[in-house]
């Protein structure tokens, strides 16, 4: 399992490319409020474990690999909005930033039984699809 500075990292360059954006080291910087040199060694790494492609002075693309990784970390976080939501009665504006904590502690085990609890929903409270296992 990736640790939490690279899943940060993948969510956003699939988010940047999902909405058109090029994931660009400057965007990146910004986006995850970080420095540039920190942005450059992370993509050398994420580069290194075959999640992005990278050109000097381009964007970055996600790989297959990549892809796959951030749609699962995405699907953690949307399940564990509907999980706070619905079971513990948060109310939809204050989920995120919890989500996003506890979805880096939460195994793979315990966020399938939690899928399972909610009856496998496939939109999160927000009315975002919930990406499927795999």
Avoid: Q
């Avoid at 640790?3 to 988010?15: D, G, M, Q």
């Avoid at 090029?22 to 075959?50: D, F, N, Q, W």
């Amino acid at each position: 399992m990736p640790s939490e500075s690279v899943e940060n990292y993948l969510t956003e360059i699939l988010r940047l490319e999902e909405s058109g954006h090029a994931a660009a080291s400057s965007e990146l910087a910004e986006r995850l409020e970080v420095s540039r040199p920190s942005v450059t060694g992370m993509l050398k790494k994420l580069e290194g474990e075959g999640y992005i492609l990278r050109e000097p002075y381009r964007a970055v693309r996600l790989t297959r690999k990549g892809r796959r990784a951030a749609r699962a970390i995405i699907r953690r976080h949307r399940l564990v909005e509907t999980f706070l939501v619905e079971t513990l009665g948060m109310h939809p504006d204050r989920v995120h930033d919890e989500a996003h904590r506890l979805e880096h502690a939460f195994s793979n085990e315990v966020i399938e039984r939690l899928d399972a609890w909610l009856g496998h929903p496939d939109k999160d409270p927000h009315g975002s699809p919930i990406p499927g296992r795999g």
